[in-house]
């Protein structure tokens, strides 16, 4: 039982800090008006490609006007 507290104990920051990059991502996605490529792609990259969709959108997603 202590290996399962552990464990969740390990991965649940790492869940918070997931859930908390795909919503910036997601946000960011929505006000944004132009994408390097289809706004819809950058959608499905965000929410199916777990932490490293989100990133992906903020570094090559994004048009830095």
């Not at 202590?2 to 918070?16: K, T, V």
């Not at 990059?21 to 199916?48: C, E, N, Y």
Request: charged fraction near 15%; aromatic fraction near 16%; proline fraction near 5%.
């Amino acid at each position: 039982m202590d290996e399962i507290a552990n464990l969740i104990e390990f991965l649940l920051p790492l869940f918070i800090l997931q859930f908390i990059l795909m919503v910036a991502a997601l946000i960011v996605w929505f006000k944004t008006d132009q994408t390097k490529g289809p706004k819809w792609l950058w959608l499905v990259i965000i929410i199916f490609v777990n932490t490293i969709g989100p990133i992906l959108f903020f570094i090559i997603g994004r048009r830095h006007d």
